[in-house]
Every structure is written in structure tokens, then in C-alpha cells.
């Protein structure tokens, strides 16, 4: 997943339905001898509004929560969608221009207090390691960077078979990433973690070799393929959102004779196009463990 010098700003165009870290505050500075809990958090996706629905098909979202003692202050941090997750994995195709519109970005959002209902209810909220306030103020610059580099999301990830050691064309990037990401941050840093089973959401296509299409200047472009172009749009239309019940049907049908029946996918990844080779058995939602971290310091007395 590539990495950006700067986040650029968003365009008014891309609405959320609920606004993107509605109490969001800066990471504060914590006293270097301050000891801080780390803990492990994770709810079914839109808990508040669909309760465990998902969770039973295992589609979770992740977070990490921090309490320092010193203060007795909770924090929770997580990364996700600005505009919500369909933005982020289909674009729209707006009238007058050539080009699909994507409303793609992501970032951390991090603000006081851990709700502690909503990770218990459904989910998990365990301690995992703890940490010195020096720890935490290192992995907040990290933090920082790595919010304003890696700037958009992506939900799919994309192998060449459902083997566990199969070629990964493209990794997806979306919360449960930065989760781990920050993780292995805090062990670099010298955090120990407890020997816990962690478990973390992918959505996975299958595909033979992706063929590299283009970018959407030479795509789209004045000196464009207009064939490739019109293709591309064909494949996103049917993603719109639905007005009425029916209308959903009939691109449900458009959609699977597409990536199924003629095993077709195209991908926009890094800001580029690319065409999948759809193979059986097309997609799955796997809830797959990832341990977590060993760090690679011998200091902090590791």
C-alpha cells in the first residue's frame, strides 16, 4: 500500500451519513513515568445501528483503548472511513464527468473515554500489554505520521487462492491494520504483549495475475481508451446505491453475471486500475487470527 508526502483536502462532494470522529481530540502528552494499560477492542461493524448482525458473520471492527494511571484518564483510538465504508469501496459516477469518483480517504480518530458497553456487549475488550507514557508519546509521532501518508482505504484484499500460504496480490487497508500496525509499533518500542488469541476481519477476493490497466488520466483521459473507460464505468454502475428493492435486484443479477458468470473484477488501488481475473470461489469474509507482536528491542529490560 503506498504512502502518500501529504493528505490532500476533500472534496465537498463526499458526504457522510455520520459524521467521521464526531469527539475527536488531540493525542495528549503523557508523563514519561507514567505506567498506561493497553487494551485490545473490537465490536461488530455498526453496532449501534444493527446491534450483533454482523458480528455473526464475523465482519468486525477494530480499535485499541489506553488508560493512564496517573490521571485515571481512558482514551480510544481507531482508524476508519471519512465518508463510510461504500465510498471507500465503489466510486460514483457523476454526470459530466469521465472519470468515477472516489470518496476513499481514511484516518485515526482518537478521543477521551473508552465505551465500555459497546466493546463488551458484542465484541472484546481485554488488556494486552503495558506501557511507559514514554512509549505512548513515541507511538503518537508514529501515529502522526502514518495518518498523514497512508490516506486511503481499502477494503479488499486479494489472493490467488484461499491457501493460506497463496500469493496476496493486494493487501487491504482499514482498521484492523492500523490496528496491528500500532501494535507492532508499541513492541518495536519495547511493549511485551500477552500471549492471548487475537482474531481480525479480511474480505477476500480470488483472482489469477491482475493485469495492470492504468491510471485515470490514461484511462480517462482526452487521449484515453474510451473502450477501457466505458468497461470500467459499466462495472461500477450497478454498485450505485438503491432507491427500491427492485432496483437492488436487478443489479444484484448485472453483478454476479459480471464477477462470477464472467469472472471479471476491476480494482482501483494506489490510484490506479487493474483487472482481476475473478477465480472460485470469487469472495469470502474470513475471521482469521493474527497473534500479536514480538517486539525487536532488547532495551526497556526485554
Known sequence: HRRFDYRPKTDPYCQARYTFCPTGSAIPVMKEEDVIEVYRLQAPVWEFKYGDLLGHLKIMHDAVGFKSSLTGKNYTMEWYELFQLGNCTFPHLRPGMDAPFWCNQGAACFYEGIDDAHWKENGTLVLVTTISGTMFNEMAKWVKYDNETGIYYETWTVQASPDKHSIVWFDSYECSKFILRTYQKLADLGAVFKKIQTNYTSIILFSGEPIYLGNETSIFGPLGNKTLAAAIKDFYYPFKPHRTVREFFVDLLKIIDCVILNRQFYLFYNLEYWFLPMK????????????????????FGV
Open 280 to 299: 472460485f470461489p470469487y469472495l469470502k469474509i474470513i475471521y482469521e487470527e493474527v497473534p500479536l507482536p514480538i517486539g525487536s528491542k532488547t532495551s
